[in-house]
């Protein structure tokens, strides 16, 4: 029995190598123009088969002409990355801000990945934001912090300018804003430079700081080991703990967990994603911070918050959304019940392309084999469950989610005056919280049109398929989730009342002037 487990792990050791080898190779490769041909017809075919809201913002015949056009221009056989660069402005057409394509990267063996953790890539350390047409340090997880407040001019030979440039290209945001694209290709932009370049072992940056230029190159290197603490270990050892010791320290690590676990903890750059203070000893303002919607316990967060705000008689909440991509529909429905003073429907019915869209969301080509399998186990369950909730009308199917139902606000719901800080990076559940907020005037909006848009986003589950030949792998959303308020014209975000924008200098300075306005505005008000 011990020889045939063993053979067994042999046997799976040498196909994952094998697997690896195989990936790698057709990833480098230079494909056929057939091939490349292919992928292209391949992933507009997914795009029409699973997208419902396809040619909302581009008309067919123009996003037809655009993938026809991207087939004639290519002539000569050429590798999955050149692939990708090509591919991704035309997918961005369809500006629908959660399709992204991936380039598609070198697969690494579990002994190559052991081994590639143990190093850091110094690059990797910094956090970018572009600014007035140039991007800048805004900090660092690594040991120089002189670096911070610095414009990056020059990567290697290429100018930043054209970088940006051509990152603009490979994303969308929902509709026609562009607030998103500023934003965020700072923020992402090492993930953009990683997809564009792939993995390098240095960089040679070229900085600017005031009127001067230098230079500084980031390296990959290897993680410093821990000390290891064999003499506080012996000295631990030593000291026996009482009962009521060891009851204390467990006590206060199960309370810690629970802290982590209703802020959200993000453990790379150790913050949180909900955050709630009072900005004075009075009482009178509260600010709550919601980096996303996505990790942790959400409910007991807010029932805490607002408990404390009703408790205090608060009078100002400023909740800040900035930089806040998204998350959960359940989590923003939930937050909402506490916003509202009034009955109110969060999203309408979703329209869908399938009558059964977990289904095809589980049946991917990319979906491991062991959850196929499951899923066609549960199969059964999923399309009854699939087929109670979808209803065709007007020829179109949609779906019906939880939060389509009416429901009154939570009893301790805020009643006072309610400021938002919104950007461009404010994205899909925070623009469509924001639009409930605005279209009941609930709230008094500072700062950046949202990079969602008003109107709803084609998001709740999602699609990943990877090309036959190239490898590379797009995501797209399956359902429309909007809310029952619409503007006209369709395509932007929501728009701030108080249009603020901060500056290279409100930086260099340490100022919010979103946050500063706000804070003025109730002082000046009483």
């Not at 606000?409 to 623009?431: C, D, E, Q, R």
């Amino acid at each position: 029995m011990q020889k045939a487990i063993l053979l067994i792990l042999v046997l799976v050791v040498l196909m994952s190598c094998r697997s690896v080898k195989n990936h790698n190779e057709q990833v480098t490769k230079l494909h056929d123009v057939a091939h490349l041909h292919e992928d292209i017809d391949r992933i507009y075919v997914q795009l029409k088969r699973h997208h419902p809201k396809l040619y909302q913002y581009t008309p067919k015949e123009v996003l037809d002409f655009k993938f026809d056009s991207l087939k004639k221009i290519i002539t000569t056989p050429i590798d999955s990355r050149e692939f990708y660069k090509k591919l991704a402005p035309v997918v961005s057409q369809v500006k629908q801000g959660h399709i992204s394509l991936s380039s598609a990267n070198k697969w690494y063996t579990k002994k190559a990945r052991k081994q590639l953790l143990k190093n850091k890539f110094e690059f990797y350390a910094l956090d970018f934001e572009y600014l007035e047409n140039k991007l800048w340090i805004k900090d660092t997880r690594g040991k120089d912090s002189t670096i911070i407040g610095c414009e990056i001019v020059k990567i290697e030979d290429d100018f930043i300018s054209d970088l940006i440039d051509v990152y603009k290209t490979r994303f969308s945001s929902d509709g026609y804003n562009t607030t998103l694209h500023n934003r965020y290709v700072g923020q992402h932009f090492s993930n953009f430079y990683y997809k564009d370049k792939g993995v390098v072992d240095s960089l040679r940056v070229t900085f600017k700081n005031k009127d001067s230029l230098f230079v500084k190159t980031f390296r990959r290197l290897q993680k410093k080991e821990k000390p290891k603490k064999q003499d506080t270990t012996k000295t631990a050892k030593r000291i026996k703990l009482t009962s009521a010791e060891k009851k204390a320290n467990r006590l206060a690590s199960k309370k810690r967990r629970k802290f982590n676990k209703k802020h959200g903890f993000i453990k790379k750059y150790k913050t949180y994603t909900r955050n709630f203070r009072f900005m004075e000893e009075v009482k009178d303002v509260a600010y709550m911070k919601l980096r996303s919607f996505t990790n942790g316990n959400y409910k007991r967060f807010y029932k805490q918050s607002f408990t404390k705000l009703d408790s205090a008689k608060t009078k100002h909440l400023i909740l800040d959304l900035r930089d806040n991509g998204g998350g959960r529909i359940a989590e923003i429905d939930y937050l909402y019940s506490y916003l509202t003073n009034k009955a109110y429907k969060f999203i309408e019915d979703s329209e869908v392309n399938s009558r059964v869209p977990f289904l095809k969301f589980l049946m991917s080509n990319t979906t491991p084999n062991s959850i196929k399998v499951l899923s066609g186990m549960m199969s059964p369950i999923i399309v009854v469950q699939n087929l109670i909730r979808t209803r065709k009308r007007d020829g179109k199917l949609y779906y019906r989610f939880r939060q389509t139902k009416v429901k009154e606000p939570k009893p301790l719901h805020f009643t006072g005056k309610i400021y938002v800080l919104i950007n461009g990076n404010s994205f899909s559940a925070s623009s469509l919280i924001s639009t409930h907020l605005k279209a009941t005037k609930r709230a008094l909006f500072v700062g950046e049109e949202t990079g969602g848009a008003y109107n709803g986003t084609v998001a709740g589950i999602y699609k990943v398929y990877e090309l036959p030949n190239t490898k590379l792998k797009i995501r797209m959303g399956m359902m429309q989730v909007e809310a029952p308020q619409k503007q006209n014209p369709d395509g932007y975000g929501v728009k701030p009342d108080v249009e603020i924008l901060p500056t290279i200098s409100d930086r260099e300075l340490k100022k919010d002037t979103e946050l500063d306005w706000v804070l003025k505005d109730i002082k000046n008000k009483g």
